[in-house]
Each structure stands twice: as C-alpha cells, then as structure tokens.
C-alpha cells in the first residue's frame, strides 16, 4: 500500500508540473505605522523595509549602478504589478492550495525582475554635524548613557591605535582594529542588556568594553599571558568572556551565525527575557553558513538579531564584486525576515534601530536583520595593506568626513554634555592606562605547557596524552627553538 500511494504520488506530482504549471508568489504585507506615528519618538517600527525615509540630498554611502539591474526590461516593467491579480485576470478561485498559503494563479507569464532598480534607503538620525534630522524617529538616550558611549568609542579608538602600533613593534603577533566602525559595536551594546548572547565576528571589543571587560584584560589576551580567559590559546584579538556572555571569537567565517541561532532557539525554549546578537561582515554572507542560518532562524522564529557590518571591503574584494543584489538588507525578506538598513556610522540611528530590533525579536518572537553601512578605515589586519586595493583619498574622506566618533561628539557637545576640557582628560588619562596595560602584559608570565592539552576531555585520551610526551621531549632535545618564558 506504501508503496503505491508513493508511486502514485509520484505520477500525480508529475502531471501537474508537464499540464498545469505554477509560479507562486507568496506575498505578506509589511507592516508600517500610521503616518501620524511615522515621526514619534517610540514609534521605529515604520523604518523596518521598506524603508519610508526620504532621500537624502548627502552622496550615497555606496556606489550603485542601476542601470546593470535590469538585462530584461521586460522583467523591470512587470515589477511593479507582479504582485497584484486584481485588475490582470487573477483567479483566486483557482488559486493553488499549497503549503504556507493560498497561492493566486495568473494567466499571464510572469518573471521577478532582479531588482526593484531603487536601492532601500538607510536610516540616519544625525547629519554629518552631528545635528538631529528633522522629522527623525528615534530612541532618546539619557546623558548617562550618551556621555558613556561616547567615551567608549574614543576608548576603542584609543585601543586600536596603541595596540596596532605594538603589533609593528613586534610586541604581539597579529591585531585588528574596528577604525571607523566603533559606532556598530559601542552603540548596539548600549542598546542590549547584560543577558543578552553576543556572538561576534572579529571587529565587536567594543561590546566587551561597554560591558566591563578591562584595558587589562584585552592586553592580556592579546599577549597570551597567564591572566588570559582563554589561556594563551588563541591568536590576539580573539576575545571571549562566558561573564560577559561573549562567546569567544573564531577565525572561520560566519560559523558563527547557525550556532547564534541554536543559542537563540535556547533562550526560545527557556522562555528567557533575552535574545541573541550576532555579527558578521559584507563577506560573510557569501558564505553559506549565512543563508542557512537565516533560513534557520525563519523557520524555527528564534529571538535573534543578525547586525552585517558592510563596510564595503571583504579584505580586497569590493562589494561590486561581491553580490549584484542591494546589499545585504534585500535578503531578509527572501528569508521571511524583518529587515532595516542603517547608518553605521551614525552612533544614534544605530542605537535605535539595534533597541527597536531587540524588542521585535524578544517580544515578537522573530529575527531581525540589520545592515549596518559603514567604512573600514583601516586595514583589514596587521597582515593586510589596504593601500595597495583602493584609494588613499577614498580612505581620508571617510576617516575626516564620516568619521562616527566626531559626528556623536557633536551631537553630546551640542548638548551640553562635554567639553574640550574633559575630551583632553579623557584621551591623556586613556594613553597612560594603555601604555601601562601593554607594559604589565608583556611581562606577565605566559601560561604553563600544560594548558595546551587541557579544559577539552574530563580525562586526557591515550592519543592526547602521547602527543604532550613527544611534545615535552622535542622541546627537550631542540630547546634553542622554543620560547623561553613558556613554564614546562
């Protein structure tokens, strides 16, 4: 019986594709506030796709050649109408009954161009003065905790430079620095709380930092010394903190966001009052590990806000040469996944847009995808001379021009909030905590060899066991060829 009904279904599958055939658009109206609410303060939901703010008169953050969008013009024109089955012959009545929907079916051949042709427009609180736009929706931050995150952001910025400068004195191995993309990190800490899941990239210390990770301990783990969380075995700039709630940082690209996504569907289970954030770059979602973990989050409804830091370079590759699609911001809704594009660089819009997000996916149940559009203007790492791929100019402009430390600055000096007096005690005091951190770190005894074979079974297997043996006895026999401040 079971195996005629799966040969006839089979057959039936079959003769509907060869007779009947069907395009399927699955269509859900997105939701958007009143217009009354459209302006309030506390009322963001309507700058969630499609974007409804109007275009600005500044240059684009990002080129975008429109006319490359559309090689079938006739696929451009039925756009607009595809959707609708009012006024075109649609017959609901003969519609097909499948799985997710009723699903119209048309008369017409029909095509989903690749492109709208109209690039999702980012939403921005600040202008380049640092001035609030009129008419802008936002969250209101108290002075507390604009002053913080603005003396957070110089911090970073701080740290960036000091410690790239150690990395070309030869006193660590590698560094990365998040240069012109502090607003991101710092501003979307602001807006979580302590309970929520970070599950970062490699550009996210400002998250550490807002939470109460120390200058001592980023330095620590940088030099790989014995007060290190992760006991001297990762490369330098590779944080992790299980009090923070910041999973440790890994090299490999985007593994990171199925496994924010199982985290998410945990907190789901638990009924917890938290969600998870996690992050990648622009070159990350060409990773596969992307779509699965959209899809994923989708399907299962987990509490999980994705933030895409597009910063228009995945180390040398441009995003032109990337993706032909508007960005990143485009693929949630392929994914049935709310979705917003914002100014990277505009610590304010950030906040309220990544606060808006967590509350839509912790109240709602739901992920959320934000692409924060940005500029790295700095080199990819220490391994890397960006120079040799794009533009002196272009990197000046965005440094000078767009820079988001300044613009915030602005913004809290307009408010009475700061001043140049406290700015050069910040950035004096700053200095001598770096300097002294980067001091103490070198020196610190570095972790015994023991830590490398423990902390990953109960009890060490024959095989592990053998190799910290023939480990112990190389080191023996060449002791010229390993370091000396190890303790065996």
Known sequence: MALWFFAKSRTIIH??????????VFHQNIWTSSSSSYMQPGHLSSIFIPGIHEHRSTPPLFPFNSSQRFK??????????????????????????????????ISEMRFLSESTGMRIPCYSVLDGNGEIIVGSDYEQLSEEIAVKMYTSMVT?????????EAQRQGRISFYMTSTGEEAISIAAAAALT??????????????????????????????????????????PNHYGSKKLNFVTISSPIATQLPQAVGVAYSLKMDRK???????????????????????????????????????????????????RSDGIVVRGRAYGIRSIRVDGNDALAVYSAIHTAREMAISEQRPVLVEALSYRVGHHSTSDDSTKYRSVDEIEYWKKVRDPVNRFRKWVERNGWWSEEE????????????????????????????ELFSDVYDVPPPNLREQEKQL?????????????????
């Open 423 to 450: 700015e050069s005690e910040l950035r004096s005091s700053m200095k001598k905590q770096l300097l002294q951190a980067i001091q103490v770190a070198e020196k610190t005894e570095k972790p015994p060899l023991k």
């Open 156 to 164: 970073l910025q701080m740290m960036d430079t000091i410690f790239y």
């Open 72 to 105: 079938s013009t006739k696929a451009a024109s039925q756009h607009e109408h595809l959707y609708s089955t009012d006024d075109d012959g649609g017959d609901n009545s003969q519609g097909l009954d499948f799985p997710g929907g009723n699903v119209a079916c």
């Open 273 to 323: 009052d938290a969600c998870v954030v996690t992050y990648t770059g622009d070159g990350g979602t060409s990773e596969g590990d992307f779509h699965a973990a959209l899809n994923f989050a989708a399907v299962t409804e987990a509490p999980v806000v994705f933030i895409c830091r597009n910063n228009g370079w995945a180390i040398s590759t441009n995003i032109s040469e990337q993706f």
């Open 472 to 488: 112990r006895e190389t080191i023996i026999r060449y002791p010229q060829d390993y370091p000396s401040d190890v303790p065996l």
């Open 194 to 235: 302590a309970d929520d899941i970070i599950l970062p990239q490699y550009r996210e210390p400002g998250i550490l930092l807002w939470r109460g990770f120390t200058i001592e301990e980023f330095a620590s783990q940088c030099f790989g010394n014995k007060d290190d969380c992760g006991k001297g075995r990762q490369m």
């Open 15 to 24: 003769h509907l594709k060869r007779k009947v055939g069907f395009m399927g």
